[in-house]
């Protein structure tokens, strides 16, 4: 079984700039999350989608920060513009519905110069 | 309001020795507990969780943890560590209305 997907696995941007980022889940992952992980931080959830719909994005800056998962399936988040502070690791992550156990991508570090 | 205490950023530990990571949580509700592994430069795995049932779970990799609502604790334990357990291990939190709370995670050095 293919795992979560993500690309690009580094990028390197100056602020005021925009970037995105994509994820594919697991085939069969009605749930999909993007995370954001600071350097020694704990992952924080930005959104949840349930299939193409938006669960939770409470914790979203969405002056700058957008995403968008079209058909139920691959999700982009995007950054614009970048600010300093968004330099992390932003992992994606999906589960089958209902499930409390989620898989992990193996993320896009992100640096803003 | 979920949060979840990992009170050791750093555990060093020689090779084939003993190892518990301690993590602490507090929520108001039931909860379900997860510990998850990360190697440098990859994504999160999960190494256990605790939904419900027996208060030991055994995970993968030769980890385990005990449930211990009394004294609100999920502390991961192996006894005996191999150079490939250096990682960065992460504790979570969630519950029937939340979601994933993560704990600012415990860096696991193990000393040939």
């Known amino acids: 079984e293919a795992g979560v997907a993500q690309s690009p696995r580094y990028k390197i941007i100056e602020k005021r700039q925009s970037v995105a980022f994509w994820c594919n889940p697991i085939?069969?992952?009605?749930?999909l999350y993007w995370y954001q992980q600071i350097l020694g931080q704990g992952p924080k959830l930005l959104i949840q989608?349930?299939?193409?719909?938006?669960?939770?994005d409470s914790q979203l800056p969405k002056d700058r920060f957008s995403a968008e998962r079209l058909k139920g399936v691959d999700s982009t988040l995007k950054i614009q513009p970048a600010k300093l502070e968004d330099s992390a690791v932003y992992l994606c992550a999906s589960s089958l519905y209902g499930s409390y156990e989620q898989y992990f991508g193996p993320g896009t570090r992100l640096t803003v110069t | 309001a979920q949060s979840v205490t990992q009170l050791d950023s750093q555990v060093p530990v020689f090779e084939e020795a003993p190892v518990e990571l301690r993590c602490n949580y507090s929520s108001s509700v039931s909860v379900y507990l997860f510990w998850y592994v990360q190697y440098p430069n990859q994504g999160l795995q999960l190494l256990l969780k605790?939904?419900?049932?027996?208060?030991l779970v055994k995970g993968i990799n030769g980890f385990e943890a005990e449930f211990n609502k009394s004294q609100t604790s999920f502390h991961l334990r192996k006894p005996s560590v191999h150079i490939s357990d250096t990682a960065e291990y992460f504790c979570?939190?969630?519950?029937?209305?939340?979601?994933?709370?993560f704990g600012t995670g415990t860096r696991l050095t193990v000393i040939p």
């Open positions: 605790y939904l419900s049932g027996s208060t």
């Open positions: 979570a939190v969630s519950s029937p209305s939340d979601n994933l709370f």
């Open positions: 989608f349930q299939n193409n719909g938006v669960v939770d």
């Open positions: 085939s069969g992952h009605a749930t």
